[in-house]
């Protein structure tokens, strides 16, 4: 079975704190992503990598950066934390093969930024 | 600009039922398109997926219909039953010079009614 793990189900930070989410995934896969969620607006993608130490922009990159030292885990990071950064936060990871595609996502990190 | 647009934010069936979720796309160059369901406080598991050079795709109860033509895709769920209630998440992947990105419509809410 496909695991993938986000370190915190729910956090609570205060405006202008470093915050960092972690994701961990077991099946080797290639690409990890990152996206929100929220009401009305469907999943954004933030962020994602499609190997160690790649990282590309997806549509909403602002106010993050990621990180990708090892193949199994894809680091989130809001520099500066703000209010309008409060969401759910998902990671997902996938392989880079023809044939069969789908995305396995974490439970998600359910942020509150005061 | 949204690029994958689910138009019904909600949708009730009868139990027994077929429901069906609807899902249009605006870009061409989309080879690849997924349905996810997703619970309260879980991550989206994927549940059907189609190739953009087939127009259907069947997994027990669910079909997922794709006309190109129309920039359409639909789910079909037959029979439906209570715990097929969740949101569902059209996805659309789109692959540039060998990386993936997927864009997500913004979810139909599925309500399934014993």
């Known amino acids: 079975d496909v695991k993938v793990t986000q370190s915190s189900r729910y956090l609570v930070k205060r405006t202008g704190e470093k915050v960092f989410l972690e994701c961990v995934q077991d099946?080797?896969?290639?690409?990890m992503f990152w996206y929100r969620q929220d009401p009305g607006l469907g999943l954004r993608l933030i962020y994602f990598?499609?190997?160690?130490?790649?990282?590309e922009k997806g549509d909403i990159p602002e106010g993050y950066s990621v990180s990708r030292e090892k193949k199994e885990r894809f680091s989130l990071i809001l520099e500066s934390a703000s209010t309008n950064q409060t969401s759910m936060y998902l990671c997902?990871?996938?392989?880079?093969?023809?044939?069969?595609?789908?995305?396995?996502f974490g439970p998600g990190t359910r942020l509150l930024v005061l | 600009d949204q690029q994958v647009k689910q138009n019904s934010p909600s949708l009730s069936v009868q139990e027994g039922r077929i429901s069906i979720l609807n899902c249009d796309y605006t870009?061409?160059?989309?080879?690849?398109f997924l349905w996810y369901k997703k619970y309260p406080a879980e991550g989206p598991t994927f549940l059907i997926s189609?190739?953009?050079?087939?127009d259907k795709n069947e997994d027990g109860r669910f079909t997922v219909f794709l006309n190109k033509s129309a920039k359409h895709l639909s789910l079909h769920i037959v029979p439906s039953q209570p715990g097929d209630s969740a949101v569902y998440f059209c996805?659309?992947?789109?692959?540039?010079?060998?990386?993936?990105?997927?864009?997500f419509g913004t979810g139909t809410r599925l309500k399934v009614l014993a």
């Open positions: 997902a990871s996938s392989f880079s093969r023809r044939g069969k595609e789908t995305q396995y």
């Open positions: 099946m080797d896969h290639e690409n």
């Open positions: 990598s499609y190997d160690v130490k790649m990282k």
């Open positions: 870009n061409s160059m989309f080879d690849y």
């Open positions: 189609i190739s953009s050079i087939k």
């Open positions: 996805a659309a992947r789109l692959t540039t010079s060998g990386t993936y990105k997927y864009i």
